[in-house]
Antibody, heavy 119, light 107 residues
Framework: QVQLRESGPGLVKSSQTLSLTCAVSGASIISGDYHWSWVRQSPGKGLEWIGYIYHSGRAYYNPSLSSRVNMSIDTSSNRISLHLSPMTAADTAVYFC???????????WGPGTTVSVSS | DVQMTQSPSSLSASVGDRVTITCRASETISKFLNWYQQKPGKAPKLLISGASSLQTGVPSRFSGSGSGTDFTLTIRGLQPEDFATYYCQQSFSTTYTFGQGTKLEVK
């Protein structure tokens, strides 16, 4: 079955760039009409959608983050990447990647990776 | 942006109860509304998509309804494993938004 797993540095310094990777196994990221999302959750808070990307490379971002976020897709390695810069303490969160279809929601999620921002 | 407002933000109930969570969109979103369940320390789980389509493997005690701007998630006959936080999410706009969540707790 399809599995996603996020990876990246657990700790990032304020003003630096966060780079996370989501490895997809069990399916090719170019199959079907799926998009690949990033969602985050700050400690004790709700879910915040960051953005999603199609295998074509077309991406849509949360307007509140769009000036700081970039997503990319590597079809050769079946991975999706998230870059967020500059980081601030408010970006401390668990970051999830998820597979989705616009009409059918996000049906497969990674376990999440925790990112803390230090000053 | 389409804003999603869930109510209540928290809810206390007992095993066997019927509970309803409401989600309201700031503009019409047709049936592009999904519901997720999240337990502490875990990733969200998709329960219902397209406002009312139950995902495979999700118990039939969960149901969703609504269209336009007003949606509901109903759980009939609460089970111990249902105590969790529930989120709605719209996918009508190309930029998605989640509701703020409803925490379902044991009374």
């Amino acid at each position: 079955q399809v599995q996603l797993r996020e990876s990246g540095p657990g700790l990032v310094k304020s003003s630096q760039t966060l780079s996370l990777t989501c490895a997809v196994s069990g399916a090719s990221i170019i199959s079907g009409d799926y998009h690949w999302s990033w969602v985050r959750q700050s400690p004790g808070k709700g879910l915040e959608w960051i953005g999603y990307i199609y295998h074509s490379g077309r991406a849509y971002y949360n307007p509140s983050l769009s000036s700081r976020v970039n997503m990319s897709i590597d079809t050769s390695s079946n991975r999706i990447s998230l870059h967020l810069s500059p980081m601030t303490a408010a970006d401390t969160a668990v970051y999830f990647c998820a597979r989705g279809l616009r009409l059918f929601g996000m049906d497969v999620w990674g376990p999440g990776t925790t990112v803390s921002v230090s000053s | 942006d389409v804003q999603m407002t869930q109510s209540p933000s928290s809810l206390s109930a007992s095993v066997g109860d019927r509970v309803t969570i409401t989600c309201r969109a700031s503009e019409t979103i047709s049936k592009f509304l999904n519901w997720y369940q999240q337990k502490p320390g875990k990733a969200p789980k998709l329960l219902i998509s397209g406002a009312s389509s139950l995902q495979t493997g999700v118990p039939s005690r969960f149901s969703g309804s609504g269209s336009g701007t007003d949606f509901t998630l109903t759980i009939r006959g609460l089970q111990p494993e249902d105590f969790a936080t529930y989120y709605c999410q719209q996918s009508f706009s190309t930029t998605y938004t989640f509701g703020q969540g409803t925490k379902l707790e044991v009374k």
